[in-house]
């Protein structure tokens, strides 16, 4: 077995894994010596249905539930692994076995400790019946033991290159198996009540209000949390969140919670740091969404126009106020395996015209060549004017655009259900395309379930090379098969693809600790703390 370099790492950050643009004069003032003690108030939109990782991992539960419970490992700037619940791990020479060995004196908020059996059953039974995405990797273990009640063990049916970018919270968080083993797990009282292991367990939740989240005095690393509360204020006004901001009535600001358009006024503050690193390891992307079961979206002329038909400079620039990138496809540019020769042709008005008249779709009399239905994300301010956007840039192209409201539990349940015809979405790509993208295009995976390939799109080239990908462990191979995958897709356009989201992260500078790995909302705020 070889001891793999990234656990030596034991949680500290080199200067060498730094995000860019991060000044390095700034190693030179020292932070303030954690104090313990205060509560931090941060606002969070929407609110979410439930704080149980696993039954639902929409952007707001994985804000909040992140206190809560724990991964294995966590991820800096530049995606290297650091230790969580894991202590150390080893990968031998083949790459096919893993084995972790967990931290000691875990215990989950009801008391009860936390053993390798408590993984085993997160691995291969919780999120395996849970998570579409996680079952495709998890499929590849074909052998899972504990040698002891501290060591979990892991053998993979064949090398798989980016599996240790599987063990965040997000992705594979651990349950106590006590409290679900022999439950139906969507229905079991734990998804109500949720138990962790995390710095914070649930200690009330006022609906509509704020859900508040005390210390976990038995939390395993000695002296930690430095906080005694994490406050998630529900605030539903995109201005009174601002406002209360602005006030001091919240310290902190995450993800969607501060319209783009309110960026310049927190920048120009003296007692505020605004910052948009830390979502490396999700890197989101946003995209339409197409059912294609709803005629023309089955015909990709039709898909192309819609794609030649929107700026998304413009969407950048004036919505989202310069934060982000414009996408060039299905992968992100900071993804592995991204081939920047490949990319979609620029927005071209008369071009998306001709695609239609081709496609035999001609505009009427009144300029107007069919309609389309389009559910507007209901996750704050900026996504309805992108929708508003969107409706007059079809609108240009002939398309009419009619919008339709409604709040974020039923937005993912028609999404789940396919009971849409076109919406905007927004997915993690976590590094690598196997992990984050294989997921919405490869037919195995369309279901009726959020975030898999709800817009049902198929082909079997795109499956095989997917697949291909997959069960390489080659990175030659992977990347031969993701040029290809990604040239087809960019011809196919099965998704609009708009945008590479970078959030904001909106603090009073007294806080400290809220952005110092890759995972910025998702970490666990254990060393989280107020200066002075």
Same mark, same amino acid.
């Given at each position: 077995m070889?001891?793999?370099?990234?656990?030596?790492?034991g949680?500290?950050l080199?200067?060498?894994?730094l995000?860019?643009?991060?000044?390095r004069a700034?190693?030179?003032?020292p932070?303030?010596?954690?104090?313990?003690?205060?509560t931090?108030?941060l606002t969070l939109?929407?609110?979410?249905p439930?704080?149980?990782l696993?039954?639902n991992n929409?952007?707001?539960t994985?804000v909040?539930a992140?206190?809560?419970?724990?991964?294995?490992?966590r991820?800096?700037?530049s995606l290297?692994?650091?230790?969580?619940?894991?202590?150390?791990?080893?990968?031998s020479?083949?790459?096919?076995e893993?084995?972790?060995?967990?931290?000691?004196?875990?215990?989950?908020?009801?008391?009860?400790?936390?053993?390798a059996e408590?993984?085993?059953?997160?691995?291969?039974?919780?999120?395996?019946?849970?998570?579409?995405?996680?079952?495709?990797?998890?499929g590849l273990?074909?052998?899972?033991?504990a040698?002891?009640?501290?060591?979990v063990?892991?053998?993979?049916?064949?090398?798989?290159?980016?599996?240790?970018?599987?063990?965040?919270a997000t992705?594979?968080c651990?349950?106590?198996?006590?409290?679900?083993?022999?439950r139906?797990?969507?229905?079991?009282?734990a998804?109500?009540?949720?138990?962790g292991?995390?710095?914070f367990r649930?200690a009330?939740?006022?609906?509509?209000?704020?859900?508040?989240?005390d210390?976990?005095d038995?939390?395993?690393?000695?002296?930690?949390?430095?906080?005694?509360?994490?406050?998630?204020? &529900?605030? %539903?006004?995109?201005?009174? !969140?601002?406002? /209360? *901001?602005q @006030?001091g009535q =919240?310290?902190?600001?995450?993800?969607?919670? &501060?319209? %783009?358009?309110?960026?310049? !006024?927190?920048? /120009? *503050?003296? @007692?505020?740091? =605004?910052r948009?690193?830390?979502?490396?390891?999700?890197? %989101?992307?946003?995209w339409?969404?197409?059912n294609?079961?709803?005629?023309?979206?089955?015909?990709k002329?039709?898909?192309?126009?819609m794609s030649?038909?929107?700026?998304?400079?413009?969407i950048?620039?004036?919505?989202?106020?310069?934060?982000g990138?414009?996408?060039?496809g299905?992968?992100a540019s900071?993804?592995?395996?991204?081939?920047?020769?490949?990319?979609?042709?620029?927005?071209?008005?008369?071009?998306?015209q001709?695609?239609l008249?081709?496609?035999?779709?001609?505009a009427?009399a009144?300029?107007?060549r069919f309609?389309?239905?389009?559910?507007?994300?209901?996750?704050?301010?900026v996504?309805t004017?992108?929708?508003?956007y969107?409706r007059?840039?079809?609108a240009?192209?002939?398309?009419?655009f009619q919008?339709?409201?409604?709040?974020?539990?039923?937005w993912?349940?028609r999404?789940?259900q396919?009971?849409?015809e076109?919406?905007?979405?927004?997915?993690s790509?976590?590094?690598?395309?196997?992990?984050?993208?294989?997921?919405t295009y490869?037919?195995?995976?369309i279901?009726?379930?959020?975030f898999?390939?709800?817009?049902?799109?198929s082909?079997?080239?795109?499956?095989a090379?997917?697949e291909?990908?997959r069960t390489?462990?080659d990175?030659?191979?992977?990347?031969e098969?993701?040029?290809e995958?990604?040239?087809?897709?960019?011809?196919e356009v099965?998704?609009?693809?708009?945008?590479?989201?970078?959030?904001?992260?909106?603090?009073?500078?007294r806080?400290q600790?809220?952005v110092?790995?890759?995972?910025s909302?998702?970490?666990?705020?254990?060393?989280?703390y107020?200066?002075?």
């Amino acid at each position: 077995m070889r001891v793999s370099r990234r656990a030596a790492l034991g949680g500290a950050l080199t200067t060498a894994l730094l995000p860019p643009g991060f000044h390095r004069a700034a190693l030179a003032q020292p932070a303030p010596a954690p104090r313990r003690g205060g509560t931090l108030q941060l606002t969070l939109v929407p609110e979410p249905p439930i704080l149980a990782l696993g039954v639902n991992n929409q952007g707001p539960t994985q804000v909040a539930a992140t206190k809560i419970f724990q991964g294995l490992l966590r991820y800096t700037h530049s995606l290297e692994p650091l230790p969580e619940l894991a202590k150390s791990w080893s990968v031998s020479e083949d790459g096919r076995e893993y084995t972790f060995r967990l931290q000691e004196n875990v215990k989950f908020h009801d008391g009860q400790p936390m053993t390798a059996e408590d993984v085993l059953f997160s691995i291969m039974q919780f999120h395996m019946q849970l998570s579409p995405r996680t079952r495709t990797i998890f499929g590849l273990i074909k052998e899972a033991s504990a040698p002891d009640p501290l060591t979990v063990r892991l053998v993979l049916s064949q090398p798989f290159e980016p599996f240790l970018l599987m063990f965040s919270a997000t992705a594979c968080c651990i349950v106590p198996k006590h409290l679900f083993e022999g439950r139906e797990f969507r229905q079991a009282p734990a998804v109500q009540a949720p138990i962790g292991t995390g710095p914070f367990r649930l200690a009330e939740w006022q609906r509509g209000n704020f859900i508040r989240l005390d210390r976990f005095d038995q939390y395993w690393r000695p002296g930690q949390p430095y906080l005694d509360s994490v406050i998630f204020r &529900i605030i %539903p006004d995109s201005q009174s !969140r601002a406002l /209360a *901001l602005q @006030n001091g009535q =919240v310290q902190a600001a995450l993800a969607n919670d &501060i319209e %783009p358009f309110d960026l310049p !006024r927190f920048r /120009a *503050l003296p @007692n505020m740091s =605004v910052r948009t690193d830390g979502w490396e390891f999700s890197q %989101p992307i946003s995209w339409i969404e197409l059912n294609h079961r709803v005629k023309p979206l089955e015909d990709k002329r039709v898909r192309q126009a819609m794609s030649l038909a929107i700026d998304r400079n413009f969407i950048v620039n004036r919505l989202w106020f310069g934060v982000g990138k414009p996408c060039t496809g299905p992968l992100a540019s900071s993804t592995r395996f991204y081939d920047p020769s490949i990319a979609l042709p620029a927005h071209n008005i008369r071009a998306a015209q001709q695609l239609l008249d081709a496609a035999g779709y001609r505009a009427g009399a009144n300029g107007v060549r069919f309609s389309l239905k389009h559910l507007v994300l209901p996750y704050g301010e900026v996504w309805t004017r992108l929708s508003e956007y969107l409706r007059q840039a079809m609108a240009r192209i002939g398309i009419d655009f009619q919008l339709e409201t409604t709040d974020a539990g039923s937005w993912a349940q028609r999404i789940g259900q396919w009971e849409y015809e076109t919406s905007i979405n927004w997915v993690s790509q976590f590094g690598d395309p196997t992990l984050g993208v294989e997921r919405t295009y490869v037919s195995s995976n369309i279901q009726k379930v959020t975030f898999t390939n709800t817009g049902g799109y198929s082909n079997p080239q795109v499956d095989a090379l997917f697949e291909k990908a997959r069960t390489s462990g080659d990175a030659a191979v992977r990347r031969e098969a993701f040029r290809e995958v990604q040239r087809i897709l960019v011809e196919e356009v099965p998704q609009v693809w708009i945008h590479e989201l970078a959030f904001p992260t909106i603090a009073d500078k007294r806080v400290q600790n809220l952005v110092t790995l890759g995972m910025s909302a998702h970490a666990s705020y254990d060393d989280v703390y107020f200066a002075g």
